[in-house]
Every structure is written in structure tokens, then in C-alpha cells.
């Protein structure tokens, strides 16, 4: 029987092919400390990361023999230091791309069709100053330019979703975009030419602060800007600052640097819509990820190669 660890307390239905070996984890919607992670990684097999899993940590698991990362990004997790341990690291990006690309579109409506803006007006001020034709105009999805940052498995289906919507869709990776999903374009043309930029890389070196104040100085005039990536890929003070001059119109935020703190000017802005990382909070791809995740432990646990390793193992 091996000893599983899972970081944080989540729905334990996914994780049912696993009953037959021994799972640790803690109360539902609560985490283990960075102590209690510390006791229980000494004897564990295998550990499903949700979160921060620093090198210091993972050092301490003689017996580890995978991490299996809840979720597609795996910055949380100290993938060099894994490595150096023999312990590879796996993650989930086939089961949250769905729901995330959803996300995606819902906060462009959201913020182009003005919905977060009047939902919260209608319940502040007298309706009767809302209501009217011609007032509270917003701009339709169809026609605009959508410049997609990023375009990996969520940024491509973020891109036939758009499309269905009569959107034109320009695309930037640094891999290459593929001209199937989107116009293969260049940062600064999709930052000059995009009436709507939603950003969809991973956080690296290479992409923190990835969108500051020379970015936002290039995005069109009243454009808006959606995050679903991870938060650390803007600067924060940058984006209020474009917003507040009215260079551009609004934003969407899933994400944050500093989760669960949100910085407060940006929950001021009525044009600025937040949301709790919520991307894959669904029932179903919660379900997916832990499946996902429990399936490549057995896999490592019998000594097969596990699918989706990150850190070249």
C-alpha cells in the first residue's frame, strides 16, 4: 500500500481509483501548512500539488516517486528541484482547457456587454436612471479583433469560441502560432490591432510582467484586456493606470499576483470585472483534474511513464 498526500482539501470523488492505497489530505476547502506538508512528505509515495511546493519540501520525500500538479499551471511547484531528486513532475492541461476558454469568452461579454458594470449599478443606484434606450451602450463581440497571447490548447479553443461570435482572431506564440485556430501575428501587431487582448501563457521568467506600461501603451484606444493566465503575467500598476487614464475601456481578472489578495483600486473600478480564479471551478473539470492526477500516480506507483511530465523526466 503506498501513501498518497494531497495538498489541499478538495473533492475526493476523482480521486476513488485510489482507495486501495492510503490518502492523506486535509479537511474539504482547507490546505496543510507548510509544517504539516513537511511531516507528512517524509513517508509519502506520491503527492497531488495544489499550490506551493517549494524545493525544501519536496526534498524531504525519500519515497517520492511522482508530483502530480492539480491543474495545467505548475508554477506553485518547484520543478528543478523535483528534477534533481529523480522525482518527476506531471501536470492537467487536457481536462482545464474547456473550462477555462469559457471563462475566457464570459469575461469579455461581461466587460464589453457592460453586464458586471450594470449589475452592479442596478443594485447602487435608482433604475429608473439605467434604464432608457440609447443608454449604457456597450460594444458587440462581433467584428472586433481578438488578439490572443498565447496560444497553446486553452488559447486556440478561446479562438474557435471567438470565431463563433464573428470575431477575428489574431494569434502570438512564442512557438509559433498555427494558422488552423488563429492569424498568426506578432505581439505588437496584435497589441496595436486587437480591440480585445486575452492573455493564455504560462507564467516563466519569460512572461512575469509580461504585459506592463510600454504594453498597455501600445493596446489600442478603448481596448480591453482579459486574464486567465496567471496574474503575475501583468503589472498590476500598469493596467490601473491605463484603465484610470481611459486609454483603455476595462478588464476581465481571473487571476492575481498575489491570490487571495486582490489589489484594492482594482475591485473599485466598475469597468474592471473580478473573479476568484474560478477558470476551472466546475464540478466536471474538477472531477477530470483529479482523475487525471490519480491515474498518473498509479502510473508512476507500477512503474510506467506517466502522462503530460513537465520537468523532462
Known sequence: MARILITHGV????FSILEEHEVIMPPL??????????RHIRNADGVVALGKLPGEIIRMGKRLKIIAN???GYDGVDVQAA??????????PDAVTQDTAELALGLMLSVSRRIGEMNLRLRKEAPESLFGMGRNMGRSLKGATLGIIGCGRIGCLTAQMAKAFGMRVLGYSRRGADPAFVIPASMEQILKEADIVSLHCPLTAETRGLM??????LMKEGAILINT????????AALLEAIESGHLSGAGLDVYPNEPYIHPALLKHDRIVCVPH???NTQQTRFLMARTCALQILDALSGKRPEHIVNGL
Open 278 to 280: 474560478i477558470g476551472t
Open 70 to 72: 492539480y491543474g495545467a
Open 11 to 14: 473533492p475526493r470523488e476523482g
Open 229 to 236: 493566465a496567471r496574474g503575475a503575467v501583468i503589472d498590476e
Open 29 to 38: 476547502l482547507s490546505a496543510f501548512s507548510m509544517e504539516e506538508l513537511a
Open 212 to 217: 506592463g506600461k510600454r504594453e498597455f501603451a
Open 83 to 92: 528534477a534533481a531528486c529523480g522525482v518527476p513532475v506531471t501536470n492537467t
